[in-house]
Protein backbone atom coordinates (compact mmCIF):
# COMPACT_ATOMS: atom_id res chain seq x y z
CA UNK A 1 0.00 0.00 0.00
CA UNK A 2 2.78 2.13 1.27
CA UNK A 3 4.90 1.28 -2.11
CA UNK A 4 2.42 2.47 -4.19
CA UNK A 5 1.38 5.40 -2.56
CA UNK A 6 4.90 6.47 -3.20
CA UNK A 7 5.18 4.96 -6.52
CA UNK A 8 2.59 7.50 -7.52
CA UNK A 9 3.63 10.09 -5.59
CA UNK A 10 7.15 9.69 -6.98
CA UNK A 11 5.31 9.34 -10.79
CA UNK A 12 3.24 12.77 -9.89
CA UNK A 13 6.32 14.72 -8.88
CA UNK A 14 8.17 13.44 -12.18
CA UNK A 15 4.89 14.53 -14.50
CA UNK A 16 4.82 17.85 -12.61
CA UNK A 17 8.59 18.37 -13.10
CA UNK A 18 8.62 18.12 -16.90
CA UNK A 19 5.31 20.08 -17.51
CA UNK A 20 7.83 22.96 -15.29
CA UNK A 21 10.74 22.14 -17.32
CA UNK A 22 8.64 22.12 -20.51
CA UNK A 23 6.54 25.31 -19.89
CA UNK A 24 9.75 26.93 -18.68
CA UNK A 25 11.48 26.22 -21.62
CA UNK A 26 8.86 27.40 -23.51
CA UNK A 27 8.22 30.71 -22.17
CA UNK A 28 11.86 31.99 -22.56
CA UNK A 29 11.30 34.89 -21.05
CA UNK A 30 10.19 32.91 -17.65
CA UNK A 31 13.55 31.62 -18.21
CA UNK A 32 15.35 34.88 -18.09
CA UNK A 33 13.56 36.07 -14.75
CA UNK A 34 14.69 32.47 -13.06
CA UNK A 35 18.08 33.35 -13.88
CA UNK A 36 18.24 36.12 -12.03
CA UNK A 37 16.02 34.69 -9.07
CA UNK A 38 18.24 31.48 -9.47
CA UNK A 39 21.04 33.74 -9.07
CA UNK A 40 19.96 35.15 -6.00
CA UNK A 41 19.17 31.80 -3.94
CA UNK A 42 22.29 30.25 -4.98
CA UNK A 43 24.55 33.27 -4.50
CA UNK A 44 24.87 33.47 -0.75
CA UNK A 45 26.15 29.44 -1.17
CA UNK A 46 28.44 30.47 -3.78
CA UNK A 47 29.75 32.99 -1.31
CA UNK A 48 30.35 30.72 1.28
CA UNK A 49 31.97 28.03 -0.97
CA UNK A 50 34.25 30.20 -2.56
CA UNK A 51 35.31 31.96 0.57
CA UNK A 52 36.40 28.44 1.41
CA UNK A 53 37.72 26.93 -1.52
CA UNK A 54 39.33 29.76 -3.11
CA UNK A 55 42.44 30.39 -0.27
CA UNK A 56 43.01 26.44 0.37
CA UNK A 57 43.14 26.55 -4.05
CA UNK A 58 45.40 29.17 -3.88
CA UNK A 59 47.70 27.86 -1.34
CA UNK A 60 47.70 24.74 -3.02
CA UNK A 61 48.46 26.02 -6.06
CA UNK A 62 51.30 28.63 -5.08
CA UNK A 63 52.74 25.77 -2.74
CA UNK A 64 53.29 22.93 -5.57
CA UNK A 65 54.30 25.36 -8.02
CA UNK A 66 56.15 27.87 -6.56
CA UNK A 67 59.08 27.57 -8.94
CA UNK A 68 57.14 27.32 -12.00
CA UNK A 69 55.01 30.68 -10.78
CA UNK A 70 58.82 32.64 -10.34
CA UNK A 71 59.91 31.49 -13.59
CA UNK A 72 56.68 32.45 -15.49
CA UNK A 73 56.62 35.93 -13.49
CA UNK A 74 59.76 36.01 -15.27
CA UNK A 75 59.64 35.36 -18.56
CA UNK A 76 56.30 37.36 -18.71
CA UNK A 77 58.33 40.61 -17.70
CA UNK A 78 60.60 39.71 -20.61
CA UNK A 79 57.79 39.00 -23.15
CA UNK A 80 55.79 42.23 -21.36
CA UNK A 81 59.11 44.38 -22.43
CA UNK A 82 59.59 42.81 -26.04
CA UNK A 83 56.06 43.60 -26.69
CA UNK A 84 55.81 47.16 -25.40
CA UNK A 85 59.11 47.53 -27.88
CA UNK A 86 57.14 45.82 -30.98
CA UNK A 87 54.06 47.93 -29.88
CA UNK A 88 55.83 51.18 -30.10
CA UNK A 89 57.45 50.36 -33.04
CA UNK A 90 54.17 49.37 -34.80
CA UNK A 91 52.20 52.71 -33.68
CA UNK A 92 53.36 54.59 -36.57
CA UNK A 93 52.84 51.26 -39.23
CA UNK A 94 49.47 51.37 -38.03
CA UNK A 95 48.75 54.91 -37.88
CA UNK A 96 49.69 54.69 -42.05
CA UNK A 97 47.77 51.38 -42.18
CA UNK A 98 44.09 53.43 -40.42
CA UNK A 99 44.71 56.11 -42.79
CA UNK A 100 45.47 54.14 -45.76
CA UNK A 101 42.16 51.76 -44.97
CA UNK A 102 39.65 54.99 -44.13
CA UNK A 103 40.94 56.29 -47.68
CA UNK A 104 39.56 53.39 -49.26
CA UNK A 105 36.73 53.03 -46.82
CA UNK A 106 37.55 49.43 -45.73
CA UNK A 107 36.60 48.98 -42.23
CA UNK A 108 39.63 47.94 -39.88
CA UNK A 109 39.54 45.78 -36.96
CA UNK A 110 42.42 48.60 -35.22
CA UNK A 111 40.15 51.38 -35.84
CA UNK A 112 36.81 49.74 -33.94
CA UNK A 113 36.53 50.68 -30.58
CA UNK A 114 36.31 48.15 -27.60
CA UNK A 115 35.25 47.74 -24.03
CA UNK A 116 37.33 45.97 -21.89
CA UNK A 117 36.19 43.25 -19.81
CA UNK A 118 36.91 41.10 -17.13
CA UNK A 119 35.79 36.93 -17.30
CA UNK A 120 33.12 36.72 -14.11
CA UNK A 121 32.38 32.71 -14.74
CA UNK A 122 33.42 30.39 -17.28
CA UNK A 123 30.56 27.69 -18.38
CA UNK A 124 29.91 24.98 -15.30
CA UNK A 125 29.14 22.29 -17.94
CA UNK A 126 30.74 20.12 -20.38
CA UNK A 127 28.13 20.50 -23.01
CA UNK A 128 28.98 24.32 -24.18
CA UNK A 129 31.73 26.41 -24.40
CA UNK A 130 31.19 30.28 -22.61
CA UNK A 131 32.16 32.49 -20.64
CA UNK A 132 30.35 35.39 -18.67
CA UNK A 133 31.89 38.86 -18.69
CA UNK A 134 31.33 42.08 -16.38
CA UNK A 135 29.82 44.38 -18.96
CA UNK A 136 26.63 44.43 -20.14
CA UNK A 137 24.28 46.53 -22.09
CA UNK A 138 24.74 49.81 -19.85
CA UNK A 139 28.40 49.86 -21.64
CA UNK A 140 26.94 49.77 -24.79
CA UNK A 141 27.56 46.03 -25.38
CA UNK A 142 24.73 44.12 -27.88
CA UNK A 143 24.38 40.56 -28.98
CA UNK A 144 26.29 39.64 -31.73
CA UNK A 145 29.24 41.52 -30.74
CA UNK A 146 32.72 40.30 -31.60
CA UNK A 147 34.86 39.40 -28.25
CA UNK A 148 38.97 38.94 -28.77
CA UNK A 149 41.67 38.65 -26.31
CA UNK A 150 45.02 36.49 -25.80
CA UNK A 151 46.10 37.72 -29.59
CA UNK A 152 42.83 36.43 -31.57
CA UNK A 153 39.30 36.31 -31.88
CA UNK A 154 37.65 34.69 -28.54
CA UNK A 155 34.20 34.13 -29.75
CA UNK A 156 30.70 36.61 -30.01
CA UNK A 157 28.69 37.83 -27.55
CA UNK A 158 25.02 35.40 -27.32
CA UNK A 159 23.29 37.03 -24.74
CA UNK A 160 23.20 40.50 -22.30
CA UNK A 161 21.82 42.13 -19.56
CA UNK A 162 22.69 45.69 -17.82
CA UNK A 163 25.96 44.65 -16.17
CA UNK A 164 27.28 41.47 -17.86
CA UNK A 165 26.99 39.43 -20.97
CA UNK A 166 27.70 35.84 -21.85
CA UNK A 167 30.44 35.06 -24.61
CA UNK A 168 30.19 32.10 -26.82
CA UNK A 169 33.84 30.98 -27.93
CA UNK A 170 34.61 29.78 -31.16
CA UNK A 171 35.08 26.33 -30.59
CA UNK A 172 31.52 25.79 -29.21
CA UNK A 173 30.24 23.27 -30.92
CA UNK A 174 27.35 25.56 -32.06
CA UNK A 175 30.42 28.45 -33.31
CA UNK A 176 30.63 28.56 -37.07
CA UNK A 177 32.99 31.36 -38.52
CA UNK A 178 33.89 32.58 -42.24
CA UNK A 179 37.37 32.83 -42.44
CA UNK A 180 39.89 33.37 -45.30
CA UNK A 181 43.68 33.30 -45.55
CA UNK A 182 47.07 33.58 -47.76
CA UNK A 183 45.88 36.16 -50.42
CA UNK A 184 42.24 36.61 -49.01
CA UNK A 185 40.75 34.74 -51.94
CA UNK A 186 39.62 31.36 -50.58
CA UNK A 187 37.35 31.69 -47.66
CA UNK A 188 36.50 28.63 -45.31
CA UNK A 189 33.96 27.93 -42.90
CA UNK A 190 35.90 27.17 -39.55
CA UNK A 191 33.30 25.53 -36.81
CA UNK A 192 34.17 24.81 -33.04
CA UNK A 193 34.64 21.00 -31.79
CA UNK A 194 33.86 21.33 -28.17
CA UNK A 195 35.58 22.90 -25.03
CA UNK A 196 38.53 20.93 -25.19
CA UNK A 197 39.04 19.75 -28.93
CA UNK A 198 39.39 23.57 -30.76
CA UNK A 199 38.56 23.87 -34.46
CA UNK A 200 37.97 22.06 -37.72
CA UNK A 201 37.22 23.02 -41.38
CA UNK A 202 35.85 19.98 -43.55
CA UNK A 203 35.33 20.15 -47.34
CA UNK A 204 38.30 22.42 -48.11
CA UNK A 205 39.16 22.23 -51.78
CA UNK A 206 41.94 20.47 -52.80
CA UNK A 207 43.21 23.10 -55.02
CA UNK A 208 43.82 25.67 -52.34
CA UNK A 209 47.41 25.88 -51.00
CA UNK A 210 47.04 25.76 -47.24
CA UNK A 211 49.54 24.00 -45.04
CA UNK A 212 50.52 23.27 -41.21
CA UNK A 213 51.23 26.61 -39.90
CA UNK A 214 48.64 28.69 -41.63
CA UNK A 215 47.11 31.28 -39.94
CA UNK A 216 43.34 32.10 -40.94
CA UNK A 217 41.46 35.28 -40.03
CA UNK A 218 37.80 36.31 -40.13
CA UNK A 219 36.96 37.11 -44.00
CA UNK A 220 34.33 40.06 -43.26
CA UNK A 221 32.63 39.24 -46.24
CA UNK A 222 28.91 41.15 -46.69
CA UNK A 223 26.43 40.44 -44.09
CA UNK A 224 29.61 38.30 -42.16
CA UNK A 225 29.21 38.05 -38.22
CA UNK A 226 32.58 39.44 -37.52
CA UNK A 227 34.35 42.43 -39.10
CA UNK A 228 37.58 41.30 -41.56
CA UNK A 229 41.26 40.87 -40.71
CA UNK A 230 40.58 38.99 -36.92
CA UNK A 231 42.66 35.90 -36.18
CA UNK A 232 41.14 33.58 -35.61
CA UNK A 233 43.33 30.25 -35.55
CA UNK A 234 46.72 28.33 -37.05
CA UNK A 235 46.05 25.19 -39.07
CA UNK A 236 47.67 22.46 -37.06
CA UNK A 237 47.07 19.53 -39.38
CA UNK A 238 45.83 18.67 -42.86
CA UNK A 239 44.82 16.03 -44.03
CA UNK A 240 42.79 13.92 -46.84
CA UNK A 241 38.68 13.30 -46.40
CA UNK A 242 38.19 9.57 -46.94
CA UNK A 243 36.11 8.65 -49.77
CA UNK A 244 36.13 12.70 -50.93
CA UNK A 245 38.84 14.63 -52.91
CA UNK A 246 38.64 17.68 -50.45
CA UNK A 247 40.73 18.30 -47.45
CA UNK A 248 40.10 18.07 -43.75
CA UNK A 249 41.90 20.72 -41.52
CA UNK A 250 42.70 21.01 -37.55
CA UNK A 251 43.00 24.13 -36.12
CA UNK A 252 44.39 25.84 -33.41
CA UNK A 253 42.74 28.90 -32.05
CA UNK A 254 45.09 32.07 -31.75
CA UNK A 255 43.69 33.04 -28.30
CA UNK A 256 44.96 30.95 -25.87
CA UNK A 257 41.14 30.22 -24.63
CA UNK A 258 42.28 28.35 -21.47
CA UNK A 259 43.68 31.66 -19.88
CA UNK A 260 41.14 33.98 -20.29
CA UNK A 261 41.12 36.60 -17.37
CA UNK A 262 40.66 39.83 -19.38
CA UNK A 263 39.40 40.61 -22.94
CA UNK A 264 37.55 43.56 -25.62
CA UNK A 265 34.50 43.44 -26.80
CA UNK A 266 34.83 45.08 -30.01
CA UNK A 267 31.78 47.57 -30.60
CA UNK A 268 30.60 46.41 -33.76
CA UNK A 269 27.33 44.69 -35.01
CA UNK A 270 26.90 42.28 -37.59
CA UNK A 271 25.39 44.17 -40.99
CA UNK A 272 21.95 42.71 -41.82
CA UNK B 1 9.75 13.17 3.40
CA UNK B 2 8.57 16.54 3.77
CA UNK B 3 10.67 16.81 7.23
CA UNK B 4 13.46 15.86 5.09
CA UNK B 5 12.81 18.56 1.90
CA UNK B 6 14.12 21.40 4.15
CA UNK B 7 17.60 20.21 4.95
CA UNK B 8 17.73 18.27 1.17
CA UNK B 9 16.67 21.47 0.03
CA UNK B 10 19.76 23.33 1.67
CA UNK B 11 22.02 20.63 0.76
CA UNK B 12 20.95 20.68 -2.80
CA UNK B 13 21.63 24.28 -3.05
CA UNK B 14 24.99 23.78 -1.33
CA UNK B 15 25.98 21.26 -3.71
CA UNK B 16 24.89 23.63 -6.99
CA UNK B 17 27.25 26.14 -5.43
CA UNK B 18 30.24 23.58 -4.72
CA UNK B 19 29.45 22.41 -8.94
CA UNK B 20 29.38 26.27 -9.74
CA UNK B 21 32.40 27.58 -7.75
CA UNK B 22 34.58 24.33 -7.50
CA UNK B 23 33.85 22.11 -10.33
CA UNK B 24 33.54 24.08 -13.27
CA UNK B 25 37.09 25.65 -12.69
CA UNK B 26 38.28 22.09 -11.35
CA UNK B 27 38.07 20.00 -14.55
CA UNK B 28 40.10 16.55 -15.22
CA UNK B 29 40.91 16.34 -18.68
CA UNK B 30 39.06 19.86 -19.29
CA UNK B 31 35.90 17.84 -18.57
CA UNK B 32 33.79 18.88 -15.56
CA UNK B 33 32.30 16.40 -12.71
CA UNK B 34 28.97 16.57 -12.25
CA UNK B 35 27.93 16.35 -8.75
CA UNK B 36 24.19 17.99 -9.51
CA UNK B 37 24.02 14.20 -10.75
CA UNK B 38 25.96 12.27 -8.32
CA UNK B 39 23.29 13.62 -5.46
CA UNK B 40 20.01 12.93 -6.87
CA UNK B 41 22.03 9.22 -8.16
CA UNK B 42 23.11 8.68 -4.32
CA UNK B 43 19.40 10.02 -2.25
CA UNK B 44 18.10 7.39 -5.00
CA UNK B 45 20.20 4.78 -4.36
CA UNK B 46 19.98 5.53 -0.55
CA UNK B 47 16.12 4.45 -1.13
CA UNK B 48 14.09 8.04 -1.08
CA UNK B 49 12.47 8.02 -4.71
CA UNK B 50 9.88 11.25 -4.21
CA UNK B 51 13.18 13.27 -2.39
CA UNK B 52 15.74 12.21 -5.45
CA UNK B 53 13.04 13.37 -7.38
CA UNK B 54 13.11 16.84 -5.76
CA UNK B 55 16.33 16.84 -5.46
CA UNK B 56 17.09 16.64 -9.06
CA UNK B 57 14.44 18.66 -9.87
CA UNK B 58 15.76 21.64 -7.61
CA UNK B 59 19.38 21.67 -8.34
CA UNK B 60 18.98 20.72 -12.41
CA UNK B 61 16.61 24.03 -12.52
CA UNK B 62 19.56 25.79 -10.18
CA UNK B 63 22.49 24.26 -12.64
CA UNK B 64 20.61 24.80 -15.86
CA UNK B 65 19.69 28.60 -14.56
CA UNK B 66 23.72 29.05 -14.82
CA UNK B 67 24.49 27.27 -17.98
CA UNK B 68 23.90 28.29 -21.76
CA UNK B 69 23.35 24.97 -22.22
CA UNK B 70 19.18 23.65 -23.38
CA UNK B 71 17.59 24.73 -20.44
CA UNK B 72 16.12 21.69 -18.16
CA UNK B 73 18.06 18.68 -18.99
CA UNK B 74 20.40 18.92 -16.24
CA UNK B 75 17.25 18.58 -14.28
CA UNK B 76 15.46 15.95 -16.62
CA UNK B 77 18.82 13.85 -16.72
CA UNK B 78 18.84 14.30 -12.91
CA UNK B 79 15.76 12.79 -12.41
CA UNK B 80 16.16 9.55 -14.47
CA UNK B 81 19.34 8.84 -12.80
CA UNK B 82 17.47 9.58 -9.47
CA UNK B 83 14.37 7.35 -10.11
CA UNK B 84 16.23 4.54 -11.35
CA UNK B 85 18.72 4.37 -8.54
CA UNK B 86 15.69 4.70 -6.33
CA UNK B 87 14.23 1.54 -7.72
CA UNK B 88 17.31 -0.26 -6.80
CA UNK B 89 17.89 1.50 -3.13
CA UNK B 90 14.54 0.13 -2.80
CA UNK B 91 15.12 -3.28 -3.62
CA UNK B 92 18.53 -2.96 -1.57
CA UNK B 93 20.92 -3.42 -3.97
CA UNK B 94 23.88 -0.93 -3.27
CA UNK B 95 22.66 -0.36 0.28
CA UNK B 96 25.51 0.72 2.01
CA UNK B 97 25.37 -1.55 5.26
CA UNK B 98 24.31 -4.89 3.66
CA UNK B 99 25.69 -4.92 -0.07
CA UNK B 100 29.64 -5.35 -0.76
CA UNK B 101 31.97 -2.52 -0.82
CA UNK B 102 32.42 -2.20 -4.59
CA UNK B 103 28.48 -2.24 -5.62
CA UNK B 104 27.49 1.82 -4.91
CA UNK B 105 30.45 2.76 -6.46
CA UNK B 106 30.23 0.46 -9.63
CA UNK B 107 26.07 1.54 -9.69
CA UNK B 108 27.12 5.35 -9.40
CA UNK B 109 29.94 4.57 -12.39
CA UNK B 110 27.37 2.86 -14.52
CA UNK B 111 25.25 6.00 -13.97
CA UNK B 112 28.06 8.43 -14.21
CA UNK B 113 29.07 6.77 -18.00
CA UNK B 114 25.33 7.02 -18.75
CA UNK B 115 24.57 10.33 -17.55
CA UNK B 116 26.01 12.58 -20.69
CA UNK B 117 24.65 9.84 -23.41
CA UNK B 118 21.41 10.35 -21.42
CA UNK B 119 21.92 14.11 -21.81
CA UNK B 120 22.97 14.05 -25.52
CA UNK B 121 19.61 11.66 -26.40
CA UNK B 122 17.45 14.59 -24.48
CA UNK B 123 19.18 17.42 -26.28
CA UNK B 124 17.50 15.69 -29.28
CA UNK B 125 14.25 16.40 -27.95
CA UNK B 126 14.73 19.84 -27.24
CA UNK B 127 16.14 20.18 -30.98
CA UNK B 128 19.70 20.23 -30.00
CA UNK B 129 21.72 18.35 -32.17
CA UNK B 130 24.98 18.99 -31.83
CA UNK B 131 25.67 18.34 -28.30
CA UNK B 132 27.12 15.18 -29.14
CA UNK B 133 30.20 16.68 -31.07
CA UNK B 134 31.51 17.72 -27.30
CA UNK B 135 34.11 16.45 -25.25
CA UNK B 136 31.26 13.49 -24.84
CA UNK B 137 33.47 9.92 -24.35
CA UNK B 138 35.61 12.60 -22.17
CA UNK B 139 32.95 13.48 -19.73
CA UNK B 140 31.40 9.80 -19.66
CA UNK B 141 35.00 8.43 -18.37
CA UNK B 142 35.85 10.51 -16.38
CA UNK B 143 32.20 11.40 -14.54
CA UNK B 144 32.24 7.69 -13.93
CA UNK B 145 35.26 7.62 -12.55
CA UNK B 146 34.51 10.49 -9.73
CA UNK B 147 30.96 8.35 -9.35
CA UNK B 148 33.02 5.63 -8.48
CA UNK B 149 35.09 7.36 -6.01
CA UNK B 150 32.57 9.83 -4.67
CA UNK B 151 29.64 7.73 -4.56
CA UNK B 152 29.96 5.84 -0.92
CA UNK B 153 30.53 9.72 0.47
CA UNK B 154 28.06 10.95 -0.98
CA UNK B 155 25.36 8.40 -0.28
CA UNK B 156 26.43 8.21 3.74
CA UNK B 157 25.29 11.47 3.49
CA UNK B 158 22.12 11.24 1.58
CA UNK B 159 21.09 8.60 3.74
CA UNK B 160 22.24 11.26 7.04
CA UNK B 161 19.71 13.29 5.04
CA UNK B 162 16.95 11.40 4.36
CA UNK B 163 17.07 9.60 7.66
CA UNK B 164 15.81 13.16 8.95
CA UNK B 165 12.50 12.65 8.06
CA UNK B 166 12.47 9.34 9.38
CA UNK B 167 13.91 10.21 12.66
CA UNK B 168 10.77 12.72 12.93
CA UNK B 169 7.93 10.51 12.04
CA UNK B 170 9.19 8.09 14.62
Not at chain 1, 31 to 53: D, E, I, M, Y
Not at chain 1, 136 to 152: F, I, K, Q
Not at chain 2, 42 to 49: N, R
Amino acid sequence: MATERSRRRALTLGAVATAVIAVLYLTSGVVAGLKSAANVVVNPFSWTVNQVARPIGHFLAGAINFNDVVAQNQKLRYELGKAQQQANQTWSLQRQLQQLTSELHVPFVGSLPMVAAQVTAISPTNFAATVDISVGRDNGVLAGMPVVANGGLVGSIISTSPHGSTVRLITDVNSSIGVTYASGKDTLLVTGRGVNNGLAATSVPLTTSISPGTIIATDGLQGGLYPPGLPVASVTKVSLTPGAATYNLVLRPSADLRNLHYLDVVIWEPST
Amino acid sequence: MRRALVPAALVTLLVVAIQLEVFSSLRVSGVVFMLVWLWPLCVGLAGYTSLALFVALLGGIMFDTHATTPFGLTALVGMVLGYVASRLGREGVGDLDSAAIWVTPVIAAVGGFLAPLLYVGAGYFELNFGLWRGSLLSSMVVNAGAFFLFSRWVSRFAKLVGSVGERARR
